[in-house]
C-alpha cells in the first residue's frame, strides 16, 4: 500500500487483521515500514516487545497526524496518544526522524480500507 505524510510516499505493509497488528514489526532487525488499518477509531497505544530496532510511530485520525511517537527497541512500555485514532504508520526511526509532525495530512492509495 502507498501512503503520503507530508508530501512523501512511504510504501507499506499492511496489518489488517488482529493477528497482522498483534504481530507488527516483530523480530525484525531492518523492518519495512508498516501501516495498521482500523475499522473504528480507538485510543490505540504500542509497546516494541521483540522489536529489535528503534521505531518511528506516526498516529494518525481522519487523514491528519495527531501523534508522533518513539518506539524503544524492546521496551514494554506503551506509547501513543490518550486521543482517537484511526490509522497508524511505523517506520524506521534514523531514516524519518524529524521528518513528520502532527498535523501532517495522510492519505492512503492502492488498496481500500478495511
Not at 512523501?8 to 497488528?21: G, N, R, S
Not at 518513539?70 to 534514523?94: C, H, T
Not at 495522510?106 to 481500500?112: A, D, M, R
Request: hydrophobic share 35%; aromatic share 10%; glycine share 8%.
Amino acid at each position: 500500500m502507498k501512503v503520503v505524510v507530508n508530501n512523501i510516499q512511504l510504501d507499506c505493509e499492511v496489518a489488517a487483521t488482529h493477528e497482522q497488528k498483534m504481530q507488527g514489526l516483530m523480530h525484525q532487525e531492518n523492518p519495512p515500514n508498516m501501516v495498521f488499518l482500523y475499522d473504528n477509531p480507538g485510543y490505540n497505544k504500542f509497546w516494541m516487545k521483540n522489536t529489535p530496532c528503534r521505531l518511528l510511530i506516526l498516529f494518525c485520525y481522519k487523514g491528519e497526524v495527531i501523534s508522533v511517537e518513539e518506539g524503544k527497541p524492546f521496551s514494554l512500555k506503551s506509547v501513543g496518544p490518550n486521543r482517537l485514532s484511526d490509522l497508524v504508520i511505523e517506520v524506521p526511526y534514523d531514516k524519518y526522524v524529524g521528518t513528520f509532525q502532527t498535523g501532517n495530512k495522510v492519505s492512503l492509495y492502492g488498496k481500500s480500507r478495511v
